[in-house]
């Protein structure tokens, strides 16, 4: 089952925080984030697993709350480079990984000088 | 870097004619995915693989099937291609997560299919 991201649009002028949330109606094992450049492949950013391990690129803050299966991922001080789709990908608690992932719509991140 | 490449990358078919995308790693990586990428739609998981000859349906695998006769490869089949599935398609691998490993999924550069 898809997970909801919002906002679905972001803009930001540089040095600005943003948070872009993830939400499930399903128990989760894992909420992955990836930044997508256009034209290019999705890149992994972080992966949070349920027991609270964290994965991932220093410079990126994200959370995930498993009683409410949410995640949200921070950036803070924009940077240009930071523009780009964000999704969020999940996989359901089967007793583990099922290794199904599902991804959000995304949420589009316009940093501007 | 784990070593993943899709072929063809760009393809113009015309509708009824069988197409097949075919994903190659370079490591021996177990569980591998096809994605498939649309305006609005975000990333939506076709088929994937966790072995040999062991593959399951994602979302949206109507029209779509998939093989994996050896480890490094998993291809992507249209039976009968449709406009409907004129869409960007990504293969990736899934890292491991033991250790340093973060277990993510590692995309190829994508195959772009038009179907007329």
């Known amino acids: 089952q898809q997970p909801v991201q919002s906002p679905q649009a972001v803009i930001l002028r540089e040095g600005e925080d943003a948070v872009i949330n993830c939400s499930s109606s399903k128990a989760l094992y894992s909420v992955h984030w990836y930044r997508q450049k256009h034209g290019e492949a999705p890149v992994f950013l972080m992966i949070l697993l349920k027991g609270g391990e964290q994965k991932g690129h220093e410079k990126i803050s994200a959370s995930f709350n498993e009683k409410k299966q949410q995640s949200s991922l921070y950036l803070t001080a924009s940077q240009l480079s930071y523009s780009g789709t964000y999704f969020c990908?999940?996989?359901?608690?089967?007793?583990?990984?099922?290794?199904?992932?599902?991804f959000g719509k995304g949420t589009l991140l316009t940093v501007n000088p | 870097d784990a070593g993943i490449t899709q072929s063809p990358r760009h393809k113009v078919t015309e509708t009824g004619t069988p197409v097949t995308l075919r994903c190659h790693q370079t490591?021996?990586?177990?569980?591998m995915y096809w994605y498939r990428q649309d305006p609005g739609h975000g990333l939506r998981l076709i088929h994937y693989s966790y072995g040999v000859k062991d593959t399951d349906k994602g979302e949206v695998s109507d029209g779509y099937s998939v093989s994996r006769s050896k480890t490094e490869d998993f291809l992507l089949t249209l039976e009968s291609a449709t406009s409907s599935q004129t869409s960007v398609y990504f293969c990736?691998?899934?890292?491991?997560?033991?250790?340093?490993?973060?277990?993510?999924?590692?995309f190829g550069e994508g195959s772009r299919l038009t179907v007329l």
């Open positions: 990908g999940t996989e359901m608690d089967s007793g583990g990984s099922n290794y199904k992932l599902t």
């Open positions: 490591e021996n990586h177990r569980y």
């Open positions: 990736a691998i899934r890292l491991g997560l033991a250790g340093p490993d973060t277990g993510e999924l590692f």
